[in-house]
């Protein structure tokens, strides 16, 4: 071999030996006499399978028989267990043997299996579908051999069995759920919210259940919880069946795996809660439509059965009690009818103990439901009679709910619903669901009301959410996104070299770029969750808007490993919602539109009656002066009252053509002296203030900016309700004040009349609204309306305070003389 050759083989940190055709090793650098713990002269000369096994990996006898067959070199990727490490292998046929060159890829290979694990979460909706991608994906991507999910329970108490890989059935018995309690691996993990790294003998010595669960293929195992929403939430189990080391940069690889799988874990549960909901409502419908549809109750019956078994159950019953009171199933449903007539045989052998909680008889009797998330194994274990706990066992039942069919406040029968599979377990939300089928149940057999109750039933629950589609994209700590983002690319259509960086800000809508860009950066900063909402340009070119959540994902020590970033399309909801404001809008200008030409309509209206109504009343009035005494005296009376209903019409019209006149005309704003509209006022109602006795007192009033007019009569109308609607026999006292508050003065006028019940705030203040007879208070009913119409106009309000026999005190803001200043 040429020195430079030699020397250049035994620099490189590439694993470098030659073979000859028996396998025995006759060249070795240093980093392949490392490997095995020896110098290159003490490896020389030795069989490579024979003393050193497995030095390669398991896969190096099938990759030596390829390479000599072939006369090109042969490559291979491969776990290396007793290393730790995957390895990169070239193997080349030469004259005197092999060549072969080893080189340490699992740096590589761990980023691009994160990379497809991300990828392959990132298209996963469902709980089920996640745990399957993190297993499917953690298992070789780690070279285990097997490996489980456990969740938590409902009742955080223990842990339940959601999906293995490569277990026997009867390690899938064992494994189906443990009490958080136990001494093993995983429940520490869950307890503790801490990975677990142990090899087989350790694990013996430390946790006292270990031999009551491990495999006889088991040498190493890694329990590696999930948290999220405030705890763990799920621990993922790997077992491997060579020892393993465990060593820092592939903990840290394994918790960055469980980190990305969390994440993509919860986001799953939010959608199976939305996809519970869809089912929800779906299921509900349909029981509505199936009981509305079917005049039998037996028929009702076994279609709720039917339709519970084909969305949410393994097993559905409805109990009915006998003549006797037995509880029994008038209505099972299975896959297997084997299994309905093993339930029927079960039940017929083991009347249920109304005292055993959760039984249906005591469903029955208590009206109570009652929820079992997992069946616990010890319970079945527990039943002493052989054939009755084979019979349960047969059933496989997993998780199990029993609720009451109520009638009117009576337990008339009990719903059972149950499953047979980790992959479903009955929570709350189950629960309610199993309570809403019982509900229609019941009504099934009320049958008079069976139509009406589930026509109400199907509306009320019917809830349809439509699923958003979410695209998932990673940053470094610092904010920056590199390497390949196959979602964001798919999304907008960038390059690698284009969204680089801070590049994917130029997929943002020029309006909303800045912002956005900002927003991310003080996220980063802070190192605290960032929400937001913005335009995106999508890969054909059009804008949408989506709402965004990130997250950072934080290494053992605290400090941000990456950014995780999720974008949620809402375009349907933000055009929903701007279409929405534009037929708002709309109809607004449609209703001011109408309302304005009623004011006009009715301005004209009352103004063109003023000539007729002149007429009538200067006719019937010569008529009463000149002709009385022609008629007799009922003639008299009805003239009189002609002529009354006349002058209350010309009131009314007056009233009304001023009320649309406030309305109609532009109102025109200038600086208005209340004082001098005040002293004005007063000398119009000098006849009532000497009739009635009455006395205003009022202080220096401001200048405010308004209108003259509309104030004169603003201020007429409630002085001189005070004086109308005083006590008998009680002169009328009228206080009037005002107080600044901001650019607003309140102006107050209070009386101590007769006072108005609070029951009638909102009414006095609507048209021809009257609390009293025209007999006891004269007036049209329109004194308090043009009041309100005033007020508004001048951009103020006006409300009332007052008690029956107390007086009363009306209350309003005007703006301030600022507002009429240019």
Known sequence: ?????????????DVIFALDHHGVITYANPPAAALVGLTPSEVIGRHLERDFPHTLSAEWPQVSQRARASTRPVEYIAFNANVGRWLHGQVLLVPDGLLVQVRDVTGLHRAEQL??????????????????????????????????????????????????EKYSPEERERFRWFALTEDLPACRAARDGVPVFVSAPDAAREYSGWDAVRSVSTQSIAALPLSFAGGVQAVLVLSFDLPRRFDEAERQFLITLTGVGAQALERARLYDTEARGRLRATVLAEAG?????????EDALNRLTGLALAHVADWAAVYL??????????????????????LRTFVAQNPADPESPGSTAWVMRTGESFLVPTVPPGVIDAIEDPERRAAIVRMGLHSLIHVPLTVDGRTVGVLGLASSSTAQTYGPEDLRLAEALAAR???????????????????????????????VWTNTPDGRMLGEQPGWAALTGQGENEYRGYGWADALHPEDRARSVVTWQEAVKKSAPCTMEHRVRV????????????????????MIREWVGVHTNITAQVEAEAELERRVAERTEALARSNAELERYAYVASHDLQEPLRTIASLTGLLERRYAHVFDERGRTLLSLIVGGTTRMKMLLDDLLLYSRMGAEQLTLEPVKTTATMEEILMRLDEQLVDSRGRVDYADLPV???????????????????????????????QISAVRTGALWQFSVRD????????????????????????????????????????????????????????????????ALEACEP
Not at 156 to 161: D, N, P, V
Not at 289 to 297: E, F, G, N, P
Request: hydrophobic residues 45%; contains cysteine; charged residues 20%.
């Open 704 to 734: 405010v900016c308004g209108n003259a007019f509309q104030l004169t009569q603003l201020f007429q109308n409630l002085i001189g309700n005070a004086l109308k609607f005083r006590k008998p026999d009680v002169a009328p006292e009228v």
């Open 441 to 471: 149940a019941a009504l099934a057999l009320e049958n008079a009301t069976l139509f009406e109750t589930s026509q109400h039933n199907e509306q009320r629950y019917r809830s349809l959410v439509d699923a958003t589609r979410q695209i």
């Open 115 to 164: 990379h497809q694990v991300t990828a392959a979460l990132g298209t996963a909706q469902t709980e089920q579908d996640v745990v399957g991608v993190v297993l499917e994906q953690a298992i070789p991507a780690l070279g285990a051999h097997r490996g489980a999910m456990l969740a938590l329970s409902e009742d955080r108490k223990a842990l339940e069995l959601r999906r293995e």
């Open 321 to 342: 009690p006998d003549d006797d009171g037995v509880v029994g199933p008038v209505a099972v449903a299975h896959r297997d009818p084997d299994m309905i007539e093993l």
């Open 1 to 13: 071999m040429p020195t430079s050759v030699a020397a250049l083989l035994q620099a490189t940190p």
């Open 539 to 558: 890969a054909d070119g059009t804008y949408r808007h989506f709402d965004v959540r990130a997250v950072p994902v934080l290494n053992p020590n605290g």
């Open 289 to 297: 439509t199936l009981l509305a549809t079917s005049l039998k109750v």
């Open 752 to 815: 101590n009349g007769i006072g108005i019940d609070p029951a009638y705030f909102d009414r006095i203040f609507v048209m021809f609204q009257r609390l009293h007879g025209r007999e006891q208070y004269a007036g049209t009913g329109l004194g308090l309306a043009i009041c309100q119409k005033v007020v508004e106009r001048h951009g103020g309000r006006i409300w009332v305070e007052s008690a029956p026999g107390v007086g009363s005190a009306f209350h309003f803001t005007l703006k």
